[in-house]
């Protein structure tokens, strides 16, 4: 009843292996890619025409995480996965961006890949399996795909690369110092098409050594996907690209001056709206045949692409005027906003970020419910790319795909550089609003958080600044390497290279192609050229930050203490009872983990003394030799117990209360007077003897003990 295609290899620690034929058998193609325990299958439907009038790629990519494949139930009300996670959307941009560029030119019929975890062994990231799941998928499937790809995940330990780490010491690179590096890599037998990483201020030749290991141990994974396809691929879809020649040279003749003109005009607007009517010009001197050929709007971006690409090459001169290697002009300010607890604004030429910062308490820590475990997170950075930006009407709503990855990628930027939580107890949230776009608003997210994070009083290790590279490549071979590009250049150039770190190093790469990839000689020019941009950025954000940022008076104050496991039961009482007595009369917020390290938070400074005193009364332990101020709580025949220590009570003996013979303890004390003692010690049952005599009743001083004996 099957036709099962099974291969496997040895692949690092564990076995790879891809399997097809028994399962989703309408799909065009579906390969199950187990590693380890952990297995994805990936599903792939493509249309066998195109729709009319479509003018660009519609491909879909979806990966999906069961909670099944982990043994567990999802959380919420209707026990059922909903809509997609952070990870989720995260890992299906992965998989969409290495194997976008590799469909052949000219195909917009509709593709769709589904990527299911069917198993999660919580040692092996799905990530990786799924996006090999979906290369072998699609390399099987008879869509004109000129792949296949394979990826893999690289870490770097005492200056050794690691091939694909378990997934603990990933998932929070702060918790495993010695882990310094995430990174992400996929490409094709012959070249890398996608680079991902999260880093701890790596040097560029570090960064640029593990994407050549990575490319290196990807290898064997594309010859077993070449084998599998060998066996059971489907035949080749019959795809033509169109060959729209003689309209591209009707286009061009009807338009190149214009066009070329428009591509002149250094302001932005300005020359979208030349650029704009160029296009209608054009269109005004085609005949009817060329305006109804579906093909116009590829020969327009032709002609675009041409002119725009061409003179940077030959001229080494762009659109707006600046040479390969100069940033646009740069304005960096901090303290914008009079409530917030951390504001700037960075504005790079064209492109503009308003980004906040918010510190809050370990009761504003996000709660991630991942297949992998459950765990907390105390930093968030959010993304926000409103229609505006961009001088356009359209959707507003909640974030996108596109707003997702871009807010995760400044993340991945700046978290190599905020300080331990013991450091800095607080939970801190930055949002960047990108109110003006031209070009990379996620590395002017990147500038603008750190300085937002140090206008808050987020001590950083050391300020951080992004900058996106382009390149230009013909096909002699010839290229430019592009610093800070624009959207137009974005849009059509041949690569999307950011870096993001320190003066010290990297922390971020991403790379994103449309070509069949780059050399490392060109990745290498193009971490040098990005180096150089980096620092000069860092040194015009350095003229916003003259001196120690202020403490918000608005932001709550923290404060920590540790106390002993063995009383983190008397801090929390029975059923919560002594610390929401705590909270209630100190007024501040009390918050204690497992370790018994305990957060108290508070925009008053009083709440917070007044929570740390009542917890210490609880915790501590009297000592022996001590004098203390306390009150008396009980009088009896033998004696006065005295309330001198928290709620901790001592008896003082009536031999200890003056020197002279008293009838009853009466005759001098009554409840609730204020006395001085001091701590005698413990008697063998443990109880506590305190003395009066020895200890003046005014000044709370210790008499000499030959004065306390006269």
């Known amino acids: 009843m099957f036709n099962v295609t099974r291969k496997e290899m040895q692949w690092g620690e564990e076995t790879l292996t891809l399997e097809t034929g028994k399962i989703a058998r309408q799909a065009d193609g579906c390969v199950i890619a187990t590693l380890g325990d952990t297995s994805v299958m990936a599903a792939v439907t493509f249309a066998k025409t195109q729709k009319p009038g479509q003018d660009f790629f519609p491909l879909t990519v979806h990966y999906n995480e069961k909670y099944y494949a982990a043994g567990k139930v999802p959380g919420g009300f209707f026990k059922r996965e909903a809509r997609p996670t952070e990870k989720e959307t995260l890992t299906s941009r992965l998989i969409d961006r290495p194997i976008r560029p590799l469909f052949v030119p000219g195909f917009k019929n509709e593709v769709l890949v589904i990527c299911t975890v069917l198993s999660h ?3 092996n990231d799905p990530d990786m399996v799924a996006m090999i ?16 790809i394979a990826a893999c995940r690289v870490g770097f330990v005492n200056g050794d690369y690691v091939l694909n780490p378990e997934i603990d010491d990933m998932h929070n690179l702060k918790l495993n ?3 310094r ?12 098409m996608m680079v991902e990483s999260e880093a701890y201020e790596l040097t560029e030749a570090e960064m640029l050594g593990a994407v050549k290991f990575a490319h290196t141990q990807i290898q064997p994974v594309i010859d077993l996907i070449i084998d599998l396809a060998e066996d059971c691929a489907k035949e080749p879809f019959d795809f033509q690209p169109a060959d729209y020649s003689a309209l591209y040279d009707a286009v061009k003749a009807a338009g190149e ?23 209608q010009s054009i269109k005004d001197k085609l005949n009817e045949e060329q305006l109804a050929d579906e093909n116009l709007g590829s020969a327009l971006k032709k002609l675009e692409s041409s002119i725009l690409r061409g003179d940077v090459v030959k001229t080494g001169k762009r659109i707006d005027g600046r040479d390969t290697t100069t940033v646009r002009p740069i304005v960096a300010e901090t303290g914008l906003l009079p409530r917030t607890h951390g504001s700037a604004l960075f504005t790079r030429g064209e492109t503009q970020g308003l980004v906040i910062t918010t510190l809050g308490t370990g009761d504003d820590e996000q709660m991630i419910d991942a297949l992998h475990g459950t765990y907390k997170s105390n930093f968030l950075l959010h993304y926000n790319f409103p229609p505006y930006s961009v ?10 795909r596109r707003e997702v990855g871009h807010g995760k990628l400044a993340w991945r930027a700046l978290q190599a550089v905020l300080p331990a939580a013991t450091d800095f107890p607080y939970t801190i949230r930055v949002v960047s609003e990108i109110t003006e776009s031209n070009g990379s608003s996620s590395m002017a997210s990147v500038c603008g958080g750190s300085l937002s994070m140090m206008d808050a009083g987020v001590p950083l290790k050391a300020p951080v600044a992004g900058v996106a590279m382009g390149l230009i490549l013909e096909d002699d071979g010839s290229y430019a390497i592009l610093t800070d590009i624009l959207g137009d250049e974005d849009h059509l150039g041949d690569m999307d290279f950011k870096v993001a770190g320190t003066e010290n190093g990297i922390t971020s790469l991403q790379m994103d192609i449309k070509v069949a990839g780059i050399t490392p000689d060109i990745m290498e020019k193009a971490l040098a050229q990005a180096k150089d941009g980096r620092i000069h950025i860092l040194g015009e954000m350095n003229k916003a930050l003259s001196g120690a940022a202020a403490f918000s008076a608005y932001a709550p104050k923290i404060e920590t203490m540790q106390v002993p496991t063995d009383k983190i039961r008397e801090v929390i009482g029975s059923g919560g009872k002594v610390i929401r007595e705590i909270v209630e009369v100190s007024g501040a917020k009390v918050d204690i983990n497992d370790d018994g390290i305990i957060k108290i938070a508070s925009a008053d400074a009083d709440a917070i003394k007044k929570a740390y005193d009542m917890i210490y009364s609880i915790v501590a332990e009297p000592e022996e030799g001590k004098v203390y101020k306390g009150t008396v709580v009980k009088l009896v025949d033998f004696g006065a117990f005295v309330n001198f220590f928290g709620k901790r009570d001592g008896l003082v ?14 005759d001098v004390l009554k409840e609730g007077q204020e006395v001085w003692v001091k701590l005698l010690g413990f008697d063998d049952r443990g109880k506590v003897r305190l003395s009066m005599k020895i200890v003046n009743q005014e000044t709370g001083e210790e008499i000499a003990a ?4 006269d």
Not at 181 to 187: E, N, Q, Y
Not at 257 to 275: G, H, L, S, Y
Not at 653 to 666: G, T
């Open 121 to 123: 062994d919580l040692v």
């Open 133 to 148: 799941a979906a290369s072998a998928a699609l390399t099987i499937s008879g869509a004109p795909f000129m792949g296949p």
């Open 177 to 179: 110092p010695e882990q």
């Open 181 to 192: 590096l995430d990174l992400v890599v996929a490409g094709t037998k012959d070249a890398v």
């Open 257 to 279: 001056d214009e066009m070329r003109k428009a591509f002149a005009i250094t302001d932005k607007q300005d020359r979208t709206t030349a650029v704009a009517n160029a296009r």
């Open 391 to 400: 001088g356009e009407v359209g959707r507003f709503g909640p974030p996108g």
């Open 653 to 666: 003996h009536v031999s200890q209360i003056e020197n002279r013979r008293l009838n009853h303890p009466s």
């Open 706 to 709: 030959d004065a306390a004996a």
